[in-house]
């Protein structure tokens, strides 16, 4: 996500087809009281039950079953779980963990009540222009997965497939200001005018310096925050971006629209796409992997390659769960986003092999990658993926 301060309206370079939140004074004040909450329940809070977990509870535990604790034992993140879960402060950290979740959703919302309306038009203008940019081709036919069509994921009001008339944007406007207050809710700086494209690309330029694509797609894009960089810092480049939820891709477009890159939008699943084997040099993918599934997972990644050129990269961005890289007190705490944060997915993410996954879809040991990367003051990112040989043949892929 581009680097967005939270500020009123009337600030600076805002204008009508802006698809920016407009926050006035009183929105501004609210998001950042939610803000310094969630840094005190995440930080703060959170820190102390890590803390007494390693001074007391766990070494108690570990003697009590003849072992150190193991933060890759599913057994001991069980005896874990049953111990953090009796304390005080686990409790009082749910709590207000629940809490603070649905006061960011009645946040957003308050913005939306006066700002949305206008959303709503620059949308409209942008999708009726005659000399538009990029394009934005949707599905109504389009079979919708049920972990997201029925979940509302992150507990969002109505989910991220709400629709209440043709060419709502509600449910992209919802999810755009939820998540510029979560990542700073979560202590996450953003670094001024980069996205999560910048860190891909400056990644890929430094392993790769060859590389130099001209077709990319984004997987599971959203509202397509990340997507439109990929065109600015690459102009030459053909661009798509796709998801299956339409609120998410209109604002997407429009958001592409409103800082002047050409992207091509269409709503798709990521699990069956409909593009041609190797018809992308560089296939992206930011936060898809824990909102997907056991089975829509390996689907996925399995077509990313697919469609990868011979020479071309997939490269996908994701939340640090991983046991090892956290330890048991936050393999705990994560559990709890299943349960109670529309998460169904969170710990099946934490505990994918991913290069198996890969391995699986064909791809060799030495094209792939799966490892944690620190994305300057936005933290460490989970990234995996691989490089398709240049030499990749017919008979190469037959044999997957």
């Known amino acids: 996500m581009p680097g967005r301060t939270l500020s009123a309206a009337n600030t600076h370079g805002f204008n009508d087809l802006d698809m920016n939140l407009h926050m006035n004074h009183d929105d501004t004040s609210r998001a950042h009281f939610l803000i310094a909450l969630k840094k ?8 102390q039950i890590r803390k007494n977990f390693e001074a007391d509870m766990g070494p108690a535990l570990g003697r009590k079953a003849g072992h150190t604790l193991n933060d890759f034992s599913k057994t001991d993140r069980k005896l874990a779980k049953a111990a953090i879960e009796r304390t005080h402060m686990y409790k009082a950290w749910a709590a207000m963990t629940y809490i603070s979740q649905g006061l960011m959703w009645e946040i957003v919302d308050g913005v939306l009540d006066h700002d949305l309306p206008r959303l709503q038009k620059a949308f409209n203008e942008y999708k009726s222009r005659p000399g538009r940019l990029g394009s934005l081709k949707l599905n109504p036919a389009l079979k919708l997965p049920r972990n997201i069509s029925e979940t509302e994921i992150h507990r969002q009001p109505g989910g991220f497939c709400y629709e209440s008339h043709a060419d709502d944007i509600t449910a992209g406007a919802r999810y755009n200001g939820g998540g510029l207050m979560y990542s700073a809710g979560r202590g996450r700086k953003a670094v001024a005018g980069q996205s999560g494209g910048d860190f891909v690309l400056g990644i890929l330029k430094e392993r790769y310096p060859d590389f130099k694509p001209t077709r990319i797609l984004e997987l599971g894009c959203g509202t397509g925050r990340n997507t439109p960089s990929y065109k600015k810092l690459l102009p030459n480049a053909e661009v798509y971006g796709i998801d299956i939820a339409a609120g998410l891709l209109r604002f997407a477009h429009a958001y592409a629209e409103a800082e002047g890159q050409a992207v091509n939008f269409v709503q798709m699943d990521a699990t069956a796409l409909d593009f041609p084997d190797e018809s992308f040099d560089l296939v992206v993918s930011h936060i898809l ?11 996925w990644v399995t077509e990313a390659w697919r469609v990868l050129k011979p020479g071309g990269v997939a490269f996908h961005v994701d939340v640090p769960t991983q046991p090892g890289f956290l330890k048991l007190p936050d393999l705990v705490l994560n559990d709890w986003q299943v349960r109670y944060n529309g998460e169904p997915f969170w710990m099946g993410w934490a505990d994918a092999d991913v290069k198996k996954i890969m391995r699986d879809a064909g791809v060799p040991d030495e094209a792939m990658f799966a490892e944690h990367m620190r994305r300057d003051e936005g933290g460490v990112w989970f990234c995996h993926g691989m490089r398709k040989p240049k030499t990749w043949s017919k008979s190469q892929r037959r044999a997957a």
């Open 289 to 299: 992997g824990h909102e997907t599934t056991t089975r829509g997972l390996p689907k």
């Open 40 to 47: 005190r329940v995440n930080l703060t809070m959170g820190g």
